[in-house]
Each structure stands twice: as structure tokens, then as C-alpha cells.
């Protein structure tokens, strides 16, 4: 599939929104970046991240102890992705470029590798959301369905039961899996990757071996195979069940819609930030626990339209957006609280599985 392209509108609601965007950032003068308080929290999730490593491979806890400190340690894990890798990527972690690297970095330490992380999640799901066929978040095929227009296997009649089992296997997959066949099809979906430098060659093998001696070597010289395995299992399940859950609740629910572009133009109905607001949807915007540990990634409506500011601003720059919506009349999509948002991703999925 071609690139498709957005709706060009004049007095666009995206412009709207800039301006009064941009309006609150100057009122309140502050910097639209994340800075001191996204530190404190890097800092507080990284130091709990190594002391439970270094407690897990050097001091070899019990095994009750052992299970629970992989599944915090898992946890821990999709806080560091939704916190200080994901904004770091964006570049809305700080206002120094270099930090903003730095704290994406967390994702190769990780496993993952950030030049791939970039292109499918900044560039085709952002801007593609849920487009099938571009956006590969929506793409976990022949699996799961998550479209209409994907192709309906009898399995999928059972995929709102099995899917928690698939979802906590996508860390494994990612870091072992999917980012080797990207690398090597030089492809994410069906959108080509751009060409990699030299150093992008050396940081996704330099990190890949580095990861696996973190993770994998050092681990079971120092535990065992055995016991290495049990807390490698539970916390990359963990964290696999969790990341995907939250990354899914923002775009696959009842409500949010699947646009595809015209079959001959190759344009899309809307302009881009109609686009956004249509396919996104905010769960639990009031729960305080749930916004710190999720990176904001529950107002996905406001990552959405403005990627680049940090995840601290968006309850303040959410009432500018509602209050927008209802005058456009754009239906804003929201679940108040987490389980109604998973109730209705478990709802989406057997309509997907029985659906046409
Ligand atoms: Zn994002």
C-alpha cells in the first residue's frame, strides 16, 4: 500500500488546537517538555529497576521472593518503556536533545532498539492510526483480527479469550523476534525502513549482545539455567501483557473507528487531527496512580494530537481539547475507568472474531 494521504482542510481543527495550545503555553509560561518532575520519576523507576536486578542475579532471593520481585521487575519495565523511553523517542522527555536520546537508549538496554522503535511507532502509528495495512500495531496477523478489512480465521471466534496469552508474549517476541525480521526485510509492515547508517548497524548489534549478557548470560552464570528461566519468564510476560494492554486500550475499542484511505486516490475522509480523535481513546484520566504509571499514555486522545509535549501537561491541556471537540462536534472518546476501557477491548475483539 501506498502512503496514504490526509484530508488538506482550510481553518483546519488541528490549527484551532495549536493556537490555543500555544496560547495556554504561553499564559501559564511554562516549557512544554517534561523535565524536573519526569526526572524524579526516571530516577525513582531506574534505581528500583537495578535494585531489584541486582537482588534477582547476586543475592538469590527465596523462590516466593524470587516470583514476586520478577513480576514487580516486569512492572517496572513498562513503566521505563511508557515513561522515559516512549517520551524520550518523542522528544518530549526534556528540552536538551541529548538527554531525549539518552532516556530512549533505556529501550535498547532493554532488548529493543530505538531506530525501529522510531520509525513504526513515531512515524507510520502515529501518524497511520489504526490504518490497516500501515499502522503495525493493529497488525498481529494471522493471529489475531483487529480490523474488518483483516482476513477472518476461525480462530478468531475464541481471540477475546486467548489474547491475554499472546499479549504477554510480546515483549519475548519484540526483543528476540520482530525487531530481527525488521532489520532484516528492511521493512515495518509494508512501509520500507529508511536507510540505516553505520552507527545504526553498530547500536542494534552493540545493544542486542549487551542485552543478551544482562539478561541472559550473566543471569545464569550467576543462578542457574533454571531459576534464571522462571524470572525471565515472569517478568518478560509481565511486562509483555502489560505494555500491549495499554498500547491496545488507546485504539482498539468499541468506539474508536478504522478509516482506510480511497482505493484510487489513496486519500483519507478526514484531516489529520480528526483522524487522531476518531481512532484514540483516554481510559481513567482521573485516576492519579494510573496517569503516573502509565507515562499518561490513559490521555492518549492529547498524545496523539500533541506527541511532542510531555505527558505531565496533558491533563491540563486535555480540558482545552474537550472543550474544542464539543464546539466541532467531534465525539471525544473516553472509558473513566480502566476495567470499563478493557471490557470494551475484550468486547471489540469478539465483535472482530464473529464480525464480517
Ligand atoms: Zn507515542
Known amino acids: ?43 525513582i523507576l531506574m534505581v528500583t529497576f537495578m535494585v531489584i536486578y541486582v537482588h534477582l542475579v547476586f543475592f538469590t532471593p527465596g523462590v516466593v521472593m ?28 526534556s528540552k536538551y536533545k541529548w538527554i531525549n536520546s539518552f532516556a530512549a537508549l533505556s529501550l535498547n538496554i532493554l532488548g529493543g532498539n530505538n531506530f525501529m522503535w522510531n520509525v513504526k511507532h513515531n512515524v507510520i502509528h ?18 489475531m483480527r483487529m480490523s474488518t478489512t483483516q482476513k477472518k480465521y476461525r ?9 491475554w496469552f499472546l499479549y504477554s508474549l510480546l515483549y519475548i517476541f519484540w526483543i528476540f523476534v520482530l525487531d530481527y525480521q525488521k532489520y532484516f526485510k528492511s521493512k515495518i509492515g509494508s512501509m520500507p525502513l529508511k536507510k ?9 548489534w552493540g ?19 533454571t531459576s534464571w528461566l522462571i524470572s525471565f519468564l515472569i517478568f518478560t510476560l509481565v511486562a509483555g501483557l502489560v505494555l500491549s494492554l495499554v498500547f491496545q486500550l488507546a485504539h482498539t475499542v468499541e468506539h474508536t473507528a ?28 482521573n485516576n492519579k496512580l494510573v496517569s503516573w504509571l502509565v507515562g499518561g499514555l490513559n490521555f492518549q486522545i492529547e498524545h ?33 475507568r480502566v476495567r470499563y476501557a478493557v471490557a470494551s477491548h475484550v468486547a471489540f475483539l469478539k465483535q472482530m472474531g464473529r464480525a464480517a
Not at 540505516?196 to 542494534?204: A, E, I, Q
Not at 494530537?305 to 474537550?322: D, E, T, V, W
Request: aromatic residues 14%; negative net charge; charged residues 15%.
Open 304 to 336: 496523539h494530537l500533541f506527541p511532542k509535549i510531555s505527558h505531565i501537561h496533558y491533563p491540563a491541556i486535555s480540558k482545552i481539547i474537550r472543550q474544542a471537540c464539543q464546539e466541532y462536534g467531534i465525539v471525544y472518546i473516553e472509558y473513566p
Open 66 to 93: 524470587q516470583i514476586l520481585e520478577s513480576i514487580l521487575l516486569g512492572g517496572v519495565v513498562a513503566a521505563i518503556g511508557f515513561n522515559v523511553m516512549h517520551d524520550g523517542a518523542h522528544g518530549s522527555f
Open 1 to 43: 500500500m501506498s502512503v496514504p494521504k490526509f484530508a488538506n482542510v482550510p481553518h483546519s481543527f488541528h490549527a484551532e488546537l495549536k493556537k490555543r495550545i500555544g496560547s495556554y503555553f504561553e499564559e501559564v509560561g511554562k516549557s512544554t517538555t517534561g523535565d524536573y518532575p519526569i526526572f524524579m520519576k526516571a530516577v
Open 207 to 225: 545493544f542486542k549482545v549487551f542485552h543478551l549478557f544482562l539478561f541472559v548470560g550473566l543471569p545464569i552464570y550467576m543462578v542457574g539455567f
Open 126 to 143: 502515529h501518524a497511520f492510526t489504526n490504518v490497516d495495512g500501515v499502522d503495525d500495531d493493529i497488525d498481529i496477523q494471522p493471529w
Open 258 to 285: 478504522f478509516p482506510m484511505p480511497h482505493e484510487t486516490t489513496g486519500k483519507m475522509e478526514d484531516e489529520w487531527a480528526v483522524h487522531q480523535i476518531k481512532t484514540t481513546a483516554n481510559f481513567a484520566t
Open 196 to 204: 540505516m547508517k553505520l552507527s545504526d548497524h553498530l547500536v542494534f
Open 155 to 163: 480462530l478468531h471466534k475464541y481471540q477475546h479469550i486467548y489474547f
